[in-house]
Every structure is written in structure tokens, then in C-alpha cells.
């Protein structure tokens, strides 16, 4: 074997996807069954991904149609066994309001679980784009430097010297409230964090021997950079984006209960508790106290994954 091609093997030996995959497999599957908060944390992902794409589908009512029954209370826990029976059995003359419905009408239940669709969409979108727009540019501005690198850090620097919550709601604002105009909002948040992350880690990268290996081997900077550095620069962005979809949960509902996330009547989590949140006082707690619960419990399903891998990782 020549010189140059024992340098191509080790290059390619640094990181091969497959050989990852199957080693991490077995691990994976060891650390669930011991880690039992994990695995609680997976759980609690995959519901709401399910929901995402079925909640709709599955709701007893439609989320954005108003019932007769107005602010109804949820049932007592000792009438539920006998709604349930009734469920199961086909005899309840309606399909009871399992959370109560809120002061439209709606059922609070049914909007819960078609919430996820709104939700998780903006989150997923923001936090996938961010992620693979914010390596892209972390892998430029870690791998060349130049006056333009040096000018993309800036306008990172400036944009996150902005508390998060006051930029994404100027943003909204001065787009317009839609779905798509939140996920631009939120791409906008969350991609110099992973610009950041990508660019210190390829700075790191950079003077390893394989990279020296690579450069020798005649490899192109273009391929250096997207087939060798940028995989073994990813685990930190990876790790972030978990953490960084329960934020943006956190960040669409908090738009939308001060009214610049998306418009009434969509199920959405944050606005469910907008709505609900005047009849406090009056004592119907249920319309927006559901709702929080649910967000809560799928944010910290998403925390616990990302504390997972960053205790695995770190």
C-alpha cells in the first residue's frame, strides 16, 4: 500500500457512520434499561410525536369546534370509571368532556391532544433548521477566516445580545402571526447558538492529525471540511438541539399567551392557557391549567433526553 494511501484509510477510519452506529446500539439499549428516567424521557417524546401526527385523528371532538356544553368542569375521578365503561361499551350518548371544555365550548381534552401538531411542527422546524444551518455556518466560520467570517460572528454576537423571548416577539411581530413566520423567528433565535457551538468545536478540530492526514492527501478544503470535520464536530450541536426543542416549546407558547404566536381558535398549548387564564379567578381552573401540564411534561421529556446525551457525550 503507498504513502498516500495508508493516509486515505486513516482518514476514512476516523469516522466511519457505520461502524458508530453499531457500536452505539447495544449502548443505547443497555443505558435505557438502566436508566429508567430516560426512558420515561423517550416515552414521553414518542407520544408526542404520535400526537403530532394522529391527535387530530383521535380526538372525540373537533379541537376548533365549539360545543353546547360551556365551561363545563372535568368529571370527578369516581364518575370516571363509569365513563370509561361507557366508551368502551358504545353507551354514553356522547363522548364525555374527559378535561371539561372552556368558555367556547371547546373541549379542553381534544385540544390537548391536537396541540402537539402546532406545537412540535414550529419546535421540530426551528430546531432542525437552526441546528443544520447553524453548523453549516460554524463549520465556515471555524474553518476559514476571513473579514466575512469575522463579520457572520458579529451579527451572531448581535443577535444574541437580545434577550430570546423580546427578539422572537419583535420578529413575529413585524412578519406577521403564522406558523411559518414563528419557525423564521425561531430559526433566527436558536441558530447562533448552534453557529457557536460548531465553530469552537471545529477550531478544535482543525489542527488534529487527521485533518494534517487529509490536507496531505490532497483532499480539498470543501471535502475536508463537510466529509472529516464536520462529523466529528456534531456531538455538542446534536445534544443542543434536544435541549433546544423544549425551549422552543417553551418560547411558542409563551408568543402565543401574549399574542403574537398563532391565531385563536388553533390548538396550541401556550394560547389554551392565554384563553384559559382570565377564568382563574372565577375558579375554572381546567382550561388552562391542562395545558400546562401537558407542555410541561413534554418539555421535560426533552430535558431529560438532552441531559442524557450530554452526561453520555461530556
Known sequence: MTNDGAISESIDQH??????????GPRLRRQLGRNKLLLVGCAIILLSL??????????????????????VPPPGLAEWPG??????RGTNAAPPHWLGTDQSGLDVFSRIISAPRTDMTISLSGAIISCALGSLLGLLAGFTRNRATEL??????????????ILAM????????????????????????????????????VSRSYVEAARAAGNRPAVI?????????????L???????????????????????????????????????????LGDWWPSVF????????????????????ARFE
Open 152 to 165: 457572520l460572528m458579529r451579527v451572531s454576537d448581535v443577535l444574541q445580545s437580545f434577550p430570546v423571548f
Open 239 to 281: 445534544v443542543q438541539m434536544s435541549v433546544t426543542i423544549g425551549f422552543a416549546i417553551i418560547l411558542t407558547a409563551g408568543l402565543s399567551f401574549v399574542g403574537a404566536g398563532v391565531r385563536p381558535p388553533t390548538p396550541e398549548w401556550g394560547l389554551m392557557i392565554s384563553l384559559g387564564a382570565p377564568q382563574l379567578i
Open 225 to 237: 471540511a463537510l466529509k472529516h470535520v464536520l462529523p466529528n464536530s456534531m456531538v455538542p450541536s
Open 15 to 24: 469516522f466511519d457512520p457505520a461502524i458508530f452506529a453499531a457500536g452505539r
Open 50 to 71: 404520535f400526537l403530532a401526527a394522529f391527535g387530530p385523528s383521535i380526538a372525540p371532538y373537533d379541537p376548533t369546534a365549539a360545543t353546547p356544553e360551556v365551561a
Open 170 to 205: 419583535i420578529l413575529v411581530t413585524l412578519s406577521g402571526r403564522s406558523i411559518g413566520n414563528i419557525v423564521i423567528a425561531l430559526v433566527m433565535v436558536y441558530t447562533p447558538i448552534f453557529l457557536r457551538l460548531t465553530r469552537a468545536e471545529v477550531m478544535g478540530q
Open 291 to 310: 395545558p400546562g401540564l401537558a407542555m410541561s411534561v413534554v418539555v421535560f421529556g426533552y430535558a431529560v433526553v438532552g441531559h442524557a446525551f450530554e
Open 83 to 88: 365513563l370509561l365503561l361507557g366508551s368502551i
